[in-house]
């Protein structure tokens, strides 16, 4: 059997190009496929224990049989699946969900300190001369916006809520801000305000979801190869600098999940924009009349939500047309 077979491993079969099964393919399958066949890799070439040969490595490729390649395609998807469940782990854990003795809380009041650098570029510079401030140029006012609009999407506003992490702070940021100036609290409205968005609005969700798991789930199984990798080649001298790959595509993965957590937050800004009183008609709640009756009102469904207060008294429901 050809190394050329063992490139099907990595083909998504037919049917599962697109839904859950190509959100599985896309952000649990591929990835671990690459850190499983890059340490297969070193092991074929003779890791541990010396010098590698990747000569040996591609004739143990190319020389595999039918069974052999079912086989590894088995344990790649055993393993993709085993770890799917944890997904939302590795989120959290490239949040900074560690503890402090670990290094958290060095690390959060590190992007503390790069928050309020962020916060002093939002300032505009005095006139110099004393004079009036509209001899502040147009520039200063670009930057000092531009800073604005970077510090919303990339900090949270209280500094109890800044995390050890850049991909923490964008997803607590978004989190912290989508709907508020409508009186939401995101993080318990958007399950249900989800399942009420429409198609174009959840396409777009969904992809910058998908991709941020994505990006996640390469960033830790680089980490993962890298370690791995570096114990494999301990011993096997200039060799060991080959570990330095699968972590610098961590490294990479990860500022492109900061990224895609980035388009994530738009994207639920925009949902909540959209779609706030589609949640409210899936209710049977009457629609505000103004922006103050909403505040009220959104406050009190998620207080419901969120602390196990008593729900809104008083429904609407849309008149049934009659069966014909």
Known sequence: MSQASLATVATAPSGLASGSSGRFFLV???PTYAGALSILWLVWAGAPGGALSMRRAWRTAAGLGVGEIVLIAAGITVVAVVFQPLQLAMVRLLQGGWPDVLGAGLCRARQRRRKARLERRTVLPRATGGGPPEEVTAAAVQRAGAAAARLRRRYPLPDHLVRPTALGNVLTA???TAGRDHGWDAAV???RLYLVLGDRSRALVDDSRDSLD????LAVTGGVTGLTAAVLL????WWLAL???PLTVACLAYHGAVQAAVAYGDAVHT???LHRFDLLRALHLPLPAGLDEERTRAAALCASWRQGLPPPDTYEHPEVPPAV
């Not at 301990?234 to 001298?237: A, K, T």
């Open 214 to 217: 994505g990006a996640v789930r």
């Open 243 to 245: 570990a330095l790959i």
């Open 234 to 237: 301990w011993s096997s001298g």
């Open 271 to 273: 949902a909540f924009d």
């Open 28 to 30: 649990s399958y591929l």
């Open 174 to 176: 978004a989190f912290d």
């Open 189 to 191: 409205a958007w399950p």
